[in-house]
């Protein structure tokens, strides 16, 4: 119901404006007194890049920043992540990741971050305390923020917001009469916009995922994901439509299609009646990283890579390194 109020062209979104007239004045005000400096923004000696969005949902920031920290990694600089870690809990915070980390106490996609790239990782509520623990447990040249482009608390040198090409900022509302956290204006003031399929407007970054082959989430065995049999299609992703458009659009012989809510926990019992002896459950990554401590021979997952046009790479990551020259210095 609320997608098609927010992206479905519903008019019933004008029943919910006055509660997103109060979430504008409440989040303008908030902005406004860290602007005044009537709040406090805490600064580290360290560039910060923020990936964000302004929207509530999927919209493929994650593959962004693994791409962003896998490609400062191979220019030699210490790369460290700070997430709030939606979905988890912790018995205390900032928590450092290590591979003994669940994603009940980190969430799924600081998890997820951490065993694809082997960056350090931090999660808390105020990431600037995330990021103040990774900075004393190690040396870092630059600090990527997953989410928190409204987090004014943490100050921040680079912003780059990520946009679903294909649904955009549906009526343009703020929450909750809209999928808006910020109004679309916000985009004149970030450093680069990446749009996630569709059509890039002037100015924008258009970027692909890719999907490799999918990886058995028990043994880790890969293998082309049109070969699979029987599948029944999983997503507990913000926009799970994406991930089952991928599939159709690859051929895959999908014979079910679930979704979940994003973040969802999971279970043995929940997930082992989806598919029959015979079927396979293929997932996105997200989704198994929970999933690994139970999972059975039959279930997969298919990892995707932002695939970003090469003429903007050296730009978008000339800023970063010339930041991170300023603090080096």
Known sequence: M???????????????????????LISGLIKLGFRLGWRNVRHFPVAVVVVGNLTVGGNGKTPVVLWLVEQLQRRGWRVGVVSRGYGGRSDHYPLLLDTT?????????????????????????????????????????????????????????????????????????????????????????????????????????????LPGDAVNVLSGQTCPVTELPAVVAMAGIGYPARF???????????????????HQSYGLDRLVVLTTTHQTLLMTEKDAVKCRDFAQPNWWYLPVNAQLPPDAIPWLLASIEHKIHHYNQ
């Open 244 to 262: 089952f458009a991928t599939l159709r659009a690859l051929g895959v012989n999908v014979e079910r299609e679930v979704s979940f809510a994003d």
């Open 2 to 24: 609320i997608n098609r109020i927010w992206f479905g062209g519903s008019r019933w979104y004008w029943l919910l404006l006055p509660f997103s007239w109060l979430y504008g």
């Open 101 to 209: 980390t669940t994603t009940g106490q980190a969430g799924d996609e600081p998890v997820l971050i951490f065993q694809r790239t082997g960056a350090a990782v931090a999660v808390s509520p105020r990431r600037a305390d995330a990021v103040a623990a990774l900075l004393a447990h190690q040396p870092l040249d630059v600090i990527i923020t997953d989410d928190g482009l409204q987090h004014y608390a943490l100050g921040r040198d680079i912003e780059w917001v990520v946009v679903d090409g294909l649904r955009r900022f549906g009526n343009g509302w703020w929450l909750p009469a809209g999928p808006m956290r910020e109004r679309a204006g916000r985009l004149r003031s970030v450093d680069a916009v990446i749009v996630n399929g569709g059509t890039a407007l002037p100015d924008e970054v258009l970027m692909q995922l």
